[in-house]
């Protein structure tokens, strides 16, 4: 994908002010930081107050949880969860799940608003829609008018979809970042994935499908309510449902239709999140519990209640389960001796967590990708779960898409997508 560069994204310069009283100018004598200083007209020399910010109390040393150091052990497993001691948390933040770094600092409010801000280059705060030194922002996609709630990028394709709140599909070309085409579903669009020719939409009450190649149609009756999430495993296609149900069809060559196969029921809500790992279907739902289902049998083999609020979304990672909750937590799911899942780490966030996405960095290490519900997007790298930086919208970002050559795409709630791109943080 070639999508040119606008140079007023991924800014990360910082104007660092420096009145006369910093550096070898008098030391303030009230111990305060000068207002004025501030907001960048302090005129007074010598100054009486602080031309610095004041220093943070350091923190007191933490006790080590254990003989392995900071490992998280689930206590009703002895530590096992998945075998022995375990490397997730490792990094910065490892011992309780919380991270004990200091989170970055916010872009400036009056840019991430989309209005001029005043201070300008003198501003104090980036002007940047992250904060990192392993991404940058390439381009805006703008079109849609309301919330972007799925993004699809087929294999070989040079377009890229989204679907939206507002009951459109854009497609948009990846050489030239324009809309190439609007498709009208006159429904609310509630998710969106592609697989071989087929682009597969989620509305309420129905499963749209088109096939890119020969722009057939064909409408999937069956749910109720909204469709929330769409998978596809074992030539089978899953639509998790508004009314706790998971469908499932099965395309039929002899009649070059989807058909009927299943009807995987057992969630009490709605079901907001599938994916695929192995001969498993892992399922999220507004009950607040993940089901595991055998692919072979369609039948639910474990629930997982550890959670303790909607959870929102699951990915596997390896031999791992991932999810993530409103209850501000994600999880590590391993197998015991058992082959059950098990927590087998937590890590703790200050907001409620809306998706996960897991891709490779410019090196080639796994990185996670959690949106949270204060308008941000957390990067962690795996399994330390050490800070890679934020990225930052006007509202929500629900849709995260990942695509070839280091490229990924996230859609918020305003209806802008935007097009990132991975770099050699080294070479920043």
């Known amino acids: 994908m070639d999508i040119e560069t606008d140079g007023r994204f991924g800014n990360k310069r910082v104007h660092n002010r420096l009145g006369p009283g910093s550096g070898g100018g008098p030391s303030s004598t009230t111990g305060k930081v000068c207002n004025f200083w501030r907001a960048g007209r302090c005129n007074r020399f010598p100054c009486p107050y602080l031309h610095s ?51 970055p600092e916010r872009p400036c409010k009056y840019f991430l608003a ?3 801000c005043s201070y300008g280059e003198r501003c104090r705060y980036p002007h940047s829609y992250c904060i990192s030194d392993s991404i940058t922002m390439l381009t805006p996609l703008k079109g849609h008018e309301k919330g972007v709630t ?29 809309c190439a085409g609007v ?46 999430a769409l998978a596809v495993a074992s030539e089978l296609l899953f639509a998790a449902t508004q009314d706790g149900r998971i469908l499932a069809w099965r395309f039929s060559a002899t009649t070059n239709c989807f058909e009927p196969a299943a009807s995987l029921d057992g969630h009490k809500l709605a079901v907001v999140s599938l994916i695929v790992g192995g001969m498993r279907l892992y399922s999220a739902s507004m009950d607040k519990t993940i089901r595991v289902w055998d692919l072979a049998t369609l039948q639910c083999i474990q629930t997982l209640s550890d959670h303790t609020d909607v959870v929102m979304s699951v990915l ?14 994600i999880k590590v799911w391993a197998a015991t001796e058992s082959g059950n899942l098990e927590v087998t780490y937590t890590h703790r966030e200050e907001q409620g967590a809306l998706s996960l996405s897991g891709m490779p960095d410019a090196q080639s290490k796994p990185v996670l990708l959690c949106s949270l519900n204060d308008n941000t997007v957390r990067l962690y790298d795996l399994p330390s ?4 930086g934020r990225i930052f919208s006007k509202q929500e970002i629900r849709a995260i898409q990942m695509g070839p050559g280091g490229l990924f795409f996230t859609g918020d709630g305003t209806g802008e997508l935007k097009v990132w791109q991975w770099i050699d943080g080294a070479q920043t």
């Open 114 to 116: 989309g209005t001029d």
């Open 385 to 388: 779960f050490s800070d890679r």
């Open 150 to 178: 799925g993004i699809a990028l087929p294999a070989g394709s040079d377009k890229l979809y989204s679907g939206s709140k507002d009951g459109t599909v854009r497609m948009w070309d990846c050489q030239t970042g324009q």
């Open 316 to 329: 596997c990672w390896d031999q791992f389960l991932l999810s993530c909750s409103l209850d501000q937590t």
């Open 183 to 228: 498709i009208t579903m006159g429904r609310e669009v509630g998710c969106m994935i592609s697989e071989g020719p087929w682009l597969f939409i989620g509305i309420p009450d129905a499963v749209k499908v088109w096939n890119m190649q020969t722009a057939a149609e064909m409408n999937l009756t069956g749910p109720t309510g909204q469709v929330y």
């Open 53 to 103: 910010e004041l220093p943070e109390a350091a923190a007191p040393p933490k006790r080590p949880s254990g003989p392995g150091g900071n490992v998280w052990r689930n206590p009703s497993t002895g530590g096992r969860g998945g075998g022995g001691h375990n490397r997730w948390g490792r990094g910065p933040g490892g011992g309780s799940g919380v991270a004990n770094h200091k989170p």
